[in-house]
C-alpha cells in the first residue's frame, strides 16, 4: 500500500501526511505477518480517501469513485407476472405440445443472440474510454505546453492518466463478466422453474397457460439482458459523475491553497509570516524566513517593532 498519484492530485497536504503514516503502519505490519492490523490500516486509508468522494481499491492506488452522489442506480428487470397468469388461465387447456416446444426453443435462441451480443457492447464501451482518455492526453498536453509546465509535472500527469485508463478498462472488464454470468444464471433459473410449470401445464391439458407463462419468462429474460446494458451505462454515467466531481474539489483546494500562499507573500512582506502557519510550515522555518527577511530590512524591522533598537544598530554595524 502507498500514497497514489490520485491521493497526490486529490487530498490536502494534512490528509497525506496521514495517509503516510498508514502506509508506514500497514508495511510494518505486513512484514510482520499481522493481517488484522493490516486490514485495520486499510480502512483507516480508505475512510481518509471517502472524504474526497473516491476508494483505493485493494492495494490503494485506484480511483473508485464513492459516495451516494456517485452511486450508480440500480436498475430493476421485468419480473414474470406467474401469478396473474396463473388467475387468468385457470380454465385454459389445450395439447399443441409440439407449438410450445417450438416456440421455446425459438425464444430461447434469441436469448442466447442477445446474451451473445453482450460483449460487443462493453467493447464500446472500452473504445470510448480509450479515446476519452487519448483526447484528455492530448488536451493536457497542449495545456502544459501553453503553461510551461515542466517535463515533470506532465509526465506525472501522464502515468495518472494511463493508470486511470487501466482502472477504467479492469472496471469495464469486471462488469462484462458479471453481466454474462447474471444472465446465465438467471436464464439457468428460470429454464429450471419453467420446465417444473410446463410439466404441470401438460399433465393437467392446460397449453393456454403454458404459453401465457412462456410468454413472461420471455419478457423477464429479455428484460434482464436489456437490464445488464442499461445497468452498464448507469454505472459509467455514475463514475463519469465522481471523476468530475473530485476534479472540482480538488481544482477548488488548489485555489484556495494558492490564495493562501499569495495571502502569506503579501504579509511576509511587511515582515508577517502568521500566513505560513497555515499552510503546514514549522516554526523553525518560519523563524528562518523571518531572520533572513529582518537581515534584508532591519530599518523597516525596526520601525514595525520586529526588533528592538540595538538589534538594529548591531544589525547595521554588521552590514558595515
Given at each position: ?214 410468454g413472461e419468462y420471455r419478457k423477464a429474460e429479455e428484460s434482464r439482458v436489456s437490464t445488464a446494458r442499461d445497468q452498464a451505462d448507469e454505472n459509467y454515467r455514475a463514475y463519469e459523475s465522481g471523476v468530475a466531481a473530485a476534479k472540482t474539489a480538488a481544482d477548488e483546494r488548489s485555489a484556495e491553497r494558492k490564495a493562501q500562499e499569495e495571502r502569506a507573500e ?9 500566513g505560513y502557519t497555515d499552510l503546514g510550515y514549522t516554526d523553525e522555518e518560519i523563524a528562518n524566513m523571518k531572520r533572513a527577511w529582518v537581515s534584508k530590512n532591519p530599518l523597516t524591522a525596526y520601525y ?17
Open positions: 500500500m502507498a500514497v497514489s498519484v490520485y491521493d497526490q492530485q486529490f487530498l490536502t497536504d494534512e490528509q497525506r501526511k496521514q495517509l503516510k503514516a498508514i502506509t508506514e503502519e500497514w508495511n510494518r505490519a505486513s512484514a510482520a505477518g499481522d493481517r488484522a492490523a493490516m486490514d485495520s490500516a486499510h480502512a483507516a486509508a480508505e475512510r481518509i480517501r471517502a472524504t474526497a468522494g473516491y476508494g483505493g481499491g485493494a492495494d490503494g492506488s485506484l480511483f473508485l469513485p464513492s459516495g451516494e452522489r456517485y452511486r450508480p442506480a440500480g436498475l430493476t428487470g421485468y419480473r414474470a407476472q406467474t401469478e396473474a397468469v396463473d388467475r387468468l388461465y385457470d380454465a385454459a387447456r389445450d395439447k399443441k405440445l409440439a407449438e410450445l416446444k417450438t416456440a421455446f426453443d425459438e425464444s430461447g435462441a434469441a436469448l442466447e443472440a442477445e446474451r451473445e451480443a453482450i460483449p460487443g457492447l462493453y467493447q464500446s464501451g472500452r473504445n470510448a474510454t480509450a479515446a476519452q482518455s487519448e483526447l484528455a492526453g492530448r488536451n493536457f498536453k497542449e495545456y502544459a505546453a501553453a503553461s510551461g509546465l515542466n517535463s515533470g509535472t506532465a509526465g506525472q500527469a501522464e502515468l495518472a492518466r494511463s493508470i486511470q485508463l487501466q482502472g477504467d478498462i479492469g472496471e469495464l472488464n469486471a462488469q462484462e463478466s458479471q453481466a454474462e454470468r447474471e444472465i446465465l444464471r438467471q436464464q439457468t433459473e428460470l429454464r429450471t422453474k419453467y420446465a417444473n410449470d410446463i410439466a404441470t401445464a401438460i399433465a393437467d391439458g392446460e397449453y393456454k397457460r403454458a404459453e401465457a407463462l412462456l503579501r504579509l511576509a512582506g511587511f515582515g508577517n509570516f502568521s514595525t517593532g520586529a526588533i528592538t533598537r540595538d538589534e538594529y544598530l548591531r544589525l547595521m554595524k554588521e552590514k558595515g
